[in-house]
């Protein structure tokens, strides 16, 4: 992702109100975490796996923070079950920022994603997570605030996954 | 020592906390601590990570994690964030009855053999990682806990007992728990919590 769209990428997540992050590190997205880091209005919280990412962002959302997760596409394999018994089950709006690894406008796409990426829409629909696919770099401008009212609405995790201009 | 004794010695300690119920102790815990400040999660592996999250999230309030042997083991990668973040607001009470009780064919886990969750914990990073054996012990842990400040990792060796088993399931289901816990946050704290609109 060039330096230009994740600075709109984080723009975004402040205009919509998202002010506690955790996440595992991936490739694709990289850039926004500087980016993140550099902002006071984010609390991130670097995490060892991606089923700790939910669990930590639900409990801070109980608590008044309105939290979103960064992650890989491989990691919702990693914390499908905690999505399940924790935000799903409960009911607490979560922003998923979600790398979509192994995704046909993958731009680094090869045979190490492809197999869990093809995977990921199904993944997301078996834990009835609404989401949407971001290809266009101007996808950023109305998708994120679009989610966030739909996880506040639903009451649920929401995804963003992210591809094409975001993974060059 | 029995689980459900710590469980009564803690009670009177608990004021204005946030309690996280693991699945261990949930259905005793309701019973004897009857408050809107304990979020009923009912699933294992996730207790300690909810708490966390409430520990970063609210850093002024004291949130106090029951959690079980099985449990911690199913989710050892919280304990080096735990260590690295060091929320001073965060205690965690690991009942370790050294079996998967639940399962009710009472397979022993991996503390009945070798592994000590308080060392993994301390060498995660936790500097205040104990284990109690006794009732006197886990009495005292339990008041330092609750009234002083610093992350508190406490392995409580209780004896495997079944009472959990025959105690009366709440009529209080998730969700209501969920609301619950959210209303007493939001008049607690006078924050809003869920939005009418994002």
């Known amino acids: 992702m060039n330096q230009d769209l994740a600075k709109k990428t984080v723009e975004q997540l402040q205009k919509a109100g998202i002010d506690f992050i955790t996440y595992l ?49 491989t990691g919702l394999f990693v914390c499908s079950y905690n999505l399940l018994t924790v935000s799903v089950r409960l009911g607490i709006p979560l922003l998923l920022l979600i790398s979509y690894v192994g995704s046909f406008a993958d731009h680094r796409n090869s045979f190490r994603f ?55 | 020592m029995k689980r459900n004794e710590c469980l009564e010695a803690l009670v009177p300690h608990i004021t204005d906390h946030l309690v996280v119920p693991g699945v261990s102790g949930q259905w005793i815990w309701g019973q004897i601590s009857k408050r809107d400040g304990n979020l009923l999660l009912g699933s294992l592996g996730n207790a300690l990570g909810v708490g966390l999250g409430m520990a970063l999230g609210l850093p002024h309030r ?42 009710r064919i009472s ?5 009945a053999a070798k592994t000590d969750l308080a060392a993994i914990a301390k060498d995660a990073g936790v500097s205040y990682a104990v284990t109690v054996r006794d009732i006197d012990a886990f009495k005292r842990e339990a008041a330092l806990a609750v ?5 508190r990792f406490i392995v409580v060796k209780v004896e495997e007992t079944f009472e959990h088993r025959k105690a009366e399931r709440s009529d209080v289901d998730l969700l209501e728990s969920k609301y619950r816990f959210v209303r007493y946050i939001e008049k607690t704290e006078g924050i809003k919590v869920f939005r009418g609109r994002g």
């Open chain 1, 25 to 73: 590190p991936e490739t694709r997205l990289s850039g926004i975490l500087p980016l993140l880091e550099a902002q006071s209005s984010f609390q991130l919280v670097a995490v060892a796996s991606e089923a700790e990412a939910i669990t930590i962002a639900s409990g801070a959302a109980l608590v008044g923070k309105q939290s979103a997760c960064y992650m890989e596409g």
């Open chain 1, 114 to 168: 492809a197999p869990t990426g093809i995977k990921t829409e199904a993944q997301l629909k078996a834990l009835n997570i609404e989401y949407q696919v971001l290809v266009h770099s101007d996808d950023i401008e109305t998708k994120t605030a679009e989610a966030v009212r739909m996880m506040h609405a639903l009451k649920q995790p929401v995804a963003l996954l992210f591809t094409g201009d975001f993974t060059t």
């Open chain 2, 107 to 111: 397979r022993p886990t991996a503390t």
């Open chain 2, 147 to 151: 009234k002083e400040n610093g992350l």
């Open chain 2, 62 to 103: 004291k949130v106090i994690v029951l959690e079980s042997d099985g449990s911690v083991l199913l989710s050892l990668f919280n304990l080096p964030t735990l260590g690295t973040l060091n929320p001073a607001n965060l205690v965690v009470f690991v009942f370790d009855n050294e079996a998967y009780s639940g399962s």
